[in-house]
């Protein structure tokens, strides 16, 4: 079976500069520490990233049992 886990923010711009890139490292981290913590490393099948004007998201998809 296929699962996946999504971290997201919203917020209201994110064009570009510090702000924005310090949102989507944080949500780095909590898609590393679920890795870590929840999941075989190995069981990750992939990992995605998507920004816009008014959120940012990390998504993890991985095999289950």
């Keep these: 079976m296929i699962a996946h ?3 997201s923010v ?5 064009f ?3 702000s924005a890139l ?4 944080d949500l780095r ?3 590393e520490q679920f890795i ?4 075989e490393a190995e069981d990750v099948i ?3 990233e998507t920004r816009d004007t008014y959120a940012s998201t990390v998504t ?3 095999r289950t049992e």
Excluded: D, M
């Excluded at 919203?10 to 994110?14: D, T």
């Design 36 to 39: 870590a913590a929840r999941i």
């Design 10 to 14: 919203a917020h209201f711009w994110n």
């Design 29 to 31: 981290e909590k898609a």
């Design 22 to 25: 310090g949102k989507l490292e």
């Design 60 to 62: 993890v998809w991985y």
């Design 16 to 18: 570009a500069g510090i």
């Design 5 to 7: 886990k999504t971290f």
């Design 46 to 48: 992939s990992i995605t």
